[in-house]
């Protein structure tokens, strides 16, 4: 049976929503909270201006792996780095396929465990190429898993890579890499929660004409202890420069021509006996056969050593080195 409101509840009701008491549809909607949820979770400034450092190691990772494939392949690699971007674990994974080259490994001191990705494309070409191929590999990815043998190709070119890893990391943090195993299906290779965010680096690796993506994956709790090392951009650069400073200075350095000189002895005479000297005469020596000279490089005295003759010249052979106070 119908509710019908009497004239009373009417007259209440209208009164309730003149006074807004009683709140309307349209009253209503126009209260709907359309705040947009913000993921405190995900980092939202570029990785390149938070951590300009990880740019650097990058680069220098980019030069190593280049000379390194190339010599190992004996062909032309190039490598680029294309992006680094920060996402939740699950998102990265999701989007792996299946089967795919996952290689987890440690860098030790820090903590957990960051992955490499290969692209089963790339892994194929690898191992064309290293049995001595054009690097076009038409293998067939999809329904098989990798051979034995394509797996000990994969290892290789795996602790390549993360040797020069190893390399490019110690300019900012000096770490030790070590390859834990390699799976094949996303799903046994999880080295975070689902939730956590990570640090996913693209590198391409062109060899001849084939190209596939090479990936690593970095958990944030991994570098949470030098993040602050990763906030300098010229750390990084710093030591390559200073360090290809060094070499080119000390080339420099080998290159100069100094002047050596030593002394055989010495002898005091008077201006007169020096008057009456002929030819033939003989002037004693305050220097002894049997004792050391000593040795001056640019008016410096550097060496102690005893005269003799090698390849019919004069020579002196070192025995002492002076060291300055």
Not at 116 to 129: A, G, I, S
Request: net charge neutral.
């Amino acid at each position: 049976m119908k509710q019908i409101l009497t004239k009373e509840e009417v007259e209440s009701l209208l009164g309730g929503i003149e006074e807004g008491i009683v709140q309307t549809e349209t009253a209503a909607a126009s209260q709907v909270d359309d705040s947009e949820v913000y993921d405190f979770s995900r980092q939202r400034a570029p990785l390149h201006l938070s951590m300009p450092a990880l740019g650097i190691i990058n680069e220098r990772f980019v030069t190593l792996l280049r000379k390194s494939l190339s010599r190992a392949t004996g062909k032309t690699v190039e490598i680029r780095s294309i992006h680094t971007d920060s996402k939740k674990f699950k998102e990265f994974n999701c989007a792996l396929p299946c089967p795919t080259n996952l290689n987890i490994f440690k860098m030790k001191p820090l903590k957990g465990s960051v992955l490499m990705v290969l692209e089963t494309p790339l892994v194929f070409t690898f191992v064309d190429t290293l049995f001595g191929g054009t690097g076009v590999s038409e293998t067939r990815v999809e329904g098989r898993n990798f051979t034995s043998i394509e797996t000990k190709i994969i290892g290789k070119i795996a602790n390549i890579i993360l040797a020069d890893l190893e390399k490019a990391w110690s300019d900012v943090h000096k770490i030790q890499v070590s390859l834990v195993r390699s799976e094949m299906d996303p799903q046994f290779a999880s080295i975070v929660r689902p939730e956590e965010m990570v640090i996913v680096i693209l590198f391409t690796v062109e060899i001849e004409n084939e190209s596939g993506s090479l990936i690593v994956c970095l958990p944030y709790f991994t570098i949470e202890p030098i993040k602050d090392k990763l906030k300098h951009r010229f750390q990084g650069e710093r030591s390559e420069i200073d360090q290809n400073l060094r070499k080119s200075i000390e080339q420099k350095i080998r290159e100069i021509s100094v002047n050596v000189s030593c002394t055989l002895g010495k002898a005091r005479i008077s201006g007169r006996d020096l008057l009456k000297m002929k030819v033939d005469d003989v002037i004693p020596l305050d220097q002894k056969i049997g004792d050391s000279i000593l040795v001056k490089v640019e008016g410096m005295d550097k060496f102690k050593g005893y005269p003799g003759c090698c390849n019919n010249k004069q020579a002196v052979r070192i025995s002492e080195r002076l060291h300055r106070e």
